[in-house]
């Protein structure tokens, strides 16, 4: 294992241990927090990956031709905004966190279809397209039954479940050989979590199926939709490709978010929609919130960044309130 693989696998063990609810309540979290202000710490926005360059350019786009469809599809999309602002006060966050979220995805990871009806319709056609979540023909729910995995089973969230998998694929099998098998050099979610077509994420938020299983729990007690389940793939597509209900699992992404930054560092992001569009870009909430926590420590002044995604989410954020009203 190499040192920063380490260092990964300890940071990643120790967000396992801190969000578990009896452990997160430390006197220093009794202070109040920290609150991050609204807007951007940085005058000019941080660089765009060549990635989202390359496929922005593939279709002749710009980004602030794919900003302003999106945009143009959420104004249009009255039923869907009131559902958004329902959503949202569910999950106790500010709307605009989910249009931040939804915004950025689709100006700078993946064009938007023309209407919400769209991403329906395209729901119902995975929903009949045999796939499985599954590794050289091993079905993920039960590569997980491996002895390996026993501590995580026992956790008691899927959070924290699907979290520890994560932890135990990347430190004791990722590019490793075990018996006669070769295990491939690449993250969990790409190993077992792209059993169709180029892309990992769908939907109006672009949900990972790994993250959707995540955000299981959280988001069947607080809406009442029932459970995904790791062995009904196309069940979980069908679900985060439907706008009313994927909007669920983007609002569970942005509140875990800021529980992860308010009980691991005691800092409120929960004003600054750039911060947690960044988070919601660059995933592992619990991971950087303990990063941040201890960057800090020597800059207690210190707060948190966004990155280029965030970053146009608050230099915008006017036009996003704006559909709101």
Not at 89 to 116: F, K, Q, R
Request: aromatic fraction near 10%.
């Amino acid at each position: 294992m190499t040192l920063h693989q380490k260092a990964s696998a300890f940071i990643l063990a120790t967000t396992l241990i801190l969000s578990s609810p009896d452990l997160l309540l430390s006197s220093a979290q009794a202070n109040v927090p920290l609150k991050v202000p609204a807007g951007n710490r940085l005058q000019s926005q941080p660089t765009i990956p060549s990635a989202s360059a390359t496929r922005t350019k593939a279709f002749n786009r710009t980004y602030e031709k794919k900003f302003q469809r999106i945009l143009k599809v959420l104004k249009r999309e009255g039923r869907l905004i009131k559902n958004i602002k329902k959503v949202a006060s569910l999950y106790n966050i500010d709307p605009v966190h989910i249009l931040g979220a939804i915004v950025g995805e689709h100006t700078y990871n993946y064009d938007s279809l023309d209407s919400a009806q769209g991403y329906y319709m395209k729901a119902l056609q995975y929903a009949r397209i045999p796939i499985s979540f599954q590794h050289d023909g091993e079905k993920v729910w039960s590569f997980v039954k491996r002895p390996q995995f026993n501590t995580c089973r026992r956790q008691e969230t899927s959070n924290s479940r699907w979290r520890c998998y994560e932890l135990i694929w990347n430190t004791r099998f990722m590019g490793k050989t075990i018996g006669s098998v070769r295990y491939p050099r690449e993250p969990f979610h790409r190993a077992f979590f792209r059993p169709m077509f180029a892309g990992q994420s769908f939907g109006l938020g672009q949900i990972t199926p790994l993250t959707a299983l995540k955000m299981n729990d959280m988001v069947s007690s607080i809406s009442g939709l029932p459970k995904l389940s790791s062995k009904d793939a196309s069940g979980l597509y069908k679900t985060v490709m439907d706008p009313n209900k994927s909007i669920h699992y983007t609002a569970a992404v942005l509140r875990d978010a800021i529980n992860a930054y308010k009980k691991v560092a005691n800092v409120d992001i929960s004003e600054n929609p750039g911060i947690t569009s960044t988070l919601y870009n660059l995933g592992n909430p619990w991971e950087r919130a303990i990063s941040y926590r201890n960057k800090r420590r020597i800059t207690p002044a210190h707060l948190p960044r966004e990155n280029y995604y965030g970053w146009l989410i608050n230099e915008r954020i006017d036009e996003l309130q704006a559909i709101l009203r």
